[in-house]
């Protein structure tokens, strides 16, 4: 199995991405979440500091890793790393943040070259705590900040999500396969 | 016609350099697309000589596989993908994304160099080897020949007949009035008058609907009795009625599919190119059949309805009932004939026999993982 069978997680603290992970992987999530500190603390006691990994096993011995990036900007040295090669970057965004236009504007340029190549689907959580900005809006958003890079899917799946209900992490996932090929699973 | 016999009929054998799975399969889609070019993609195991080649050369072994492949084969064209083409001025670039406007046209000037070179940007040109050969296409409805601009071929799926399809009219009947009562945001009761049963309140201010039938009852009662549903602006559920609630949003995206029942909008012509604004918010709308693949092909290009029953292989009903739901949210954008690839152009390069089948035993990769993900 190749190496850059990997789908990258990425988002800001708290956004989900390791509920996310945990919903769709076949082993218990190896997880580096430590207690946080500085601003970290004031959205979640721990947060991960490395990465999250899981597996999702095809049954023929080939598998496809899982990664989750830490949330907090400072160890985005470790990205380049995550997503050297891969199937698709999930962008997970907290709708309860301050201000999610300058997360998403951070994250899809911190990946700018990797979503060149591959394509990305965005995820809104906490929608049922702050129901603004909506999928519309994070649609016009996406219009304005990604005007300087170029995507391989301009017009991106945006979803809302709870990462912890497995059917939306199974949408999100779907969602990017079908980005990548429309033609999978077409009828016999 | 399977992966082994169409390649054996393919003109144009075309090799890849490090290119991945996902990469592989994206190239294969276009090569699929565009059967008139007859291309054909060879597996990994293939033997054949490639009448050209496509390199990836921002993958980690696309630069050296690219200059290997160039010593060994000098004769054979190679197309080198990359998103900074300023880097390889000594390669024939195509800038990523890649796409079926710009693909073939480079494909083209790569084995016939005599033909006219395609558009290219104002800033850029293709220069001989040693400067930049960066190409830069930009397709537009002049530039696609006459020729090429054919009816749709016959298709082959048995459950599609273009001359089949029924319509309805989302402008007439019940519909209408639901959509004039939001635009005025007059809050309004849908009633049966057989029975007076009130069956949903719309409240446009609010963006909320509330609902006394389910939605498999709400397509038992368009199928049947659309003619006896009125508007009442003073109708009020009984107390004894079971109340679901949900947006206005889910609400058009529901009704609108149930009545078009596999039934194509007459605001949606057949042969006219349409493309998704943005995708629907599906994790919160009512389930629809092949709703994610229809979202993710109408995200990515323009394409007529009945391109899209071709190359996808869906069934009419459902890609019908999609658009019906994605109209109501003004999720289509029907301008786009001039944007980029043309129905025409490439239905005539399509046909049925075309699309592959889903061999379970062949399938990739990414197969794999949809059947995985979708069994979870």
Do not use: C
């Amino acid at each position: 199995m190749r190496e850059d069978n990997k789908i990258v997680f990425t988002g800001p603290v708290g956004a989900g991405k390791t509920s996310a992970i945990s919903a769709i992987s076949d082993v218990p999530i190896i997880s580096t979440d430590a207690k946080a500190s500085d601003m970290t603390i004031n959205r979640k006691g721990h947060t991960t500091v490395a990465m999250d990994y899981g597996i999702l096993n095809l049954g023929d011995k080939s598998k496809v890793h899982l990664y989750g990036t830490p949330g907090q900007e400072r160890f985005d040295f470790m990205w380049d790393i995550l997503t050297t090669g891969g199937l698709g970057l999930i962008l997970m965004l907290d709708n309860t943040r301050p201000n999610p236009k300058k997360d998403m504007h951070f994250f899809l340029h911190a990946f700018k070259d990797y979503i060149a190549d591959v394509p990305v689907v965005l995820g809104i959580s906490k929608t049922d705590i702050n129901s603004h900005p909506d999928t519309s809006e994070y649609a016009k958003m996406l219009s304005e900040v990604s005007q300087d890079i170029t995507m391989l899917n301009p017009i991106p799946p945006i979803f809302e999500v709870d990462g912890r209900r497995k059917e939306d992490v199974k949408n999100l996932v779907m969602a990017l396969l079908f980005s990548i090929d429309p033609g999978l699973g077409m009828i016999p | 016609m399977n992966d082994k016999e169409k390649l054996a009929g393919a003109a144009i054998l075309v090799g890849g350099i490090g290119l991945d799975a996902r990469k592989e399969a994206v190239f294969r889609m276009a090569f699929r697309m565009n059967r008139k070019a007859n291309y054909g993609f060879l597996e990994a195991g293939d033997t054949q000589a490639p009448n050209l080649a496509i390199a990836d050369l921002d993958s980690p072994d696309g630069l050296a596989g690219a200059e290997k492949f160039r010593q060994e084969h000098p004769d054979i064209p190679l197309l080198a993908t990359t998103i900074v083409p300023e880097n390889f001025t000594n390669f024939v670039t195509l800038a990523k994304p890649i796409r079926m406007e710009t693909l073939f046209p480079a494909l083209d000037h790569l084995l016939h160099p005599s033909q006219p070179a395609p558009i290219l940007s104002s800033q850029q040109t293709i220069e001989q080897a040693g400067k930049t050969n960066h190409l830069e296409h930009r397709a537009t409805q002049e530039n696609i020949p006459a020729s090429k601009q054919m009816p749709i071929p016959p298709i082959a799926n048995p459950s599609w007949d273009p001359d089949k399809i029924e319509y309805f009219d989302p402008e007439q009947g019940l519909l209408a009035l639901v959509n004039r009562a939001i635009r005025d945001h007059i809050p309004v009761g849908i009633v049966d008058r057989r029975d007076g049963k009130l069956l949903w309140r719309i409240f446009p201010e609010q963006e909320k609907v509330e609902a006394s039938v389910s939605m498999e009852e709400a397509q038992s009662i368009f199928r049947h009795g659309e003619s006896d549903l009125i508007l009442r602006a003073d109708a009020s559920f009984a107390a004894t009625d079971n109340l679901y609630s949900m947006t206005l949003t889910e609400y058009l995206w529901q009704i609108h599919a149930i009545a078009a029942d596999g039934r194509l909008s007459k605001k949606i012509p057949l042969n006219h190119p349409i493309k998704l604004r943005r995708w629907p918010n599906l994790t919160r709308l009512h389930p629809l059949p092949e709703a994610l693949r229809l979202a993710a092909f109408l995200a990515r290009s323009p394409a007529s309805p009945a391109l899209t029953i071709r190359m996808l292989r869906v069934q009419s009903q459902a890609l019908f009932n999609f658009l019906a739901a994605a109209d109501a949210l003004e999720l289509l954008d029907y301008s786009s004939a001039g944007t980029g690839i043309l129905p025409e152009h490439i239905a005539s390069a399509v046909t049925a026999v075309d699309v592959p089948k889903a061999n379970p035993t062949k399938r990739g990769l990414l197969g794999r993982l949809l059947s995985k993900i979708a069994g979870l």
